[in-house]
């Protein structure tokens, strides 16, 4: 069974940092993208960065860019993404997630596997 | 950067059919993704490429997807299919993954 299970979260003031991590189980973790996507209080869901199988590659919402870092270790199967000059507009829960069906590019469609989420709260 | 709209909510009774809209420009030439969430838990993938149902979901859901607008139906709508759905693809052109704003869908 698939577990994706996160860490790390909490409150803090902004300008401040914080790392997520979020530990895999059940599957092969080197051979999958992994991907952070976030929800503000009552919103809809945003992608904020995926990483590639190898940690070779990786992509960010141009909100974060700068400013968060998203990093794989295939040895602990743990997906992390770090974050630093965090705004009060990045409070939400973050979940990680699964990336599959992947395209000719190699890229994946979507998110097959998702955790439970973790609340960060951003404010003074 | 690409933009997926969905309407914000959808009442429907039970029994009935609930069609959830996801437009986007020229959404037909991408693979669409749904995805249902429930208050306090995770989104859950209910249907991929369009119209692939993932093991346990059940056959009451499918989708469409033609030039610019995506279609999640649920059929024979429950009680329990209330919550909010999101659609989501992956854009080329930017190498980003965008969801729609989500529809909550209520069963009256």
């Known amino acids: 069974e698939v577990q994706l299970v996160e860490s790390g979260g909490g409150l803090v003031q902004p300008g401040g940092s914080l790392r997520l991590s979020c530990a895999a189980s059940?599957?092969?973790?080197?051979?999958?993208?992994m991907t952070w996507v976030r929800q503000a209080p009552g919103k809809g869901l945003e992608w904020v960065a995926s990483?590639?199988?190898?940690?070779?590659?990786?992509y960010y919402v141009d909100s974060v860019k700068g400013r968060f870092t998203i990093s794989k270790d295939n040895a602990k199967n743990s997906v992390y993404l770090q974050m630093s000059s965090l705004r009060a507009e990045d409070t939400a829960v973050y979940y990680c997630?699964?990336?599959?069906?992947?395209?000719?590019?190699?890229?994946?469609?979507?998110?097959?596997?998702w955790g439970q989420g973790i609340l960060v709260t951003v404010s003074s | 950067s690409y933009v997926l709209t969905q309407p914000p909510s959808l009442s429907e009774a039970p029994g009935k059919t609930a069609s959830i809209t996801c437009e986007g420009n020229?959404?037909?030439?991408?693979?669409v993704h749904w995805y249902q969430q429930k208050p306090g838990q995770a989104p859950l993938l209910v249907i991929s490429?369009?119209?692939d149902r993932p093991s346990g979901i059940p056959e009451r859901f499918s989708g469409f997807n033609s030039e610019n607008t995506a279609t999640l139906t649920i059929s024979r709508v429950e009680a329990g299919d209330e919550a909010d759905y999101y659609c989501?693809?992956?854009?080329?052109?930017?190498?980003?993954?965008?969801f729609g704003g989500g529809t909550k869908l209520t069963i009256v």
């Open positions: 997630a699964r990336g599959e069906g992947y395209n000719y590019e190699s890229f994946p469609s979507y998110f097959d596997s």
């Open positions: 989501q693809v992956w854009d080329r052109s930017s190498g980003h993954w965008v």
């Open positions: 490429f369009d119209n």
């Open positions: 020229d959404i037909g030439s991408k693979g």
């Open positions: 990483i590639k199988q190898d940690g070779s590659e990786k």
């Open positions: 059940g599957f092969f973790f080197s051979s999958y993208w």
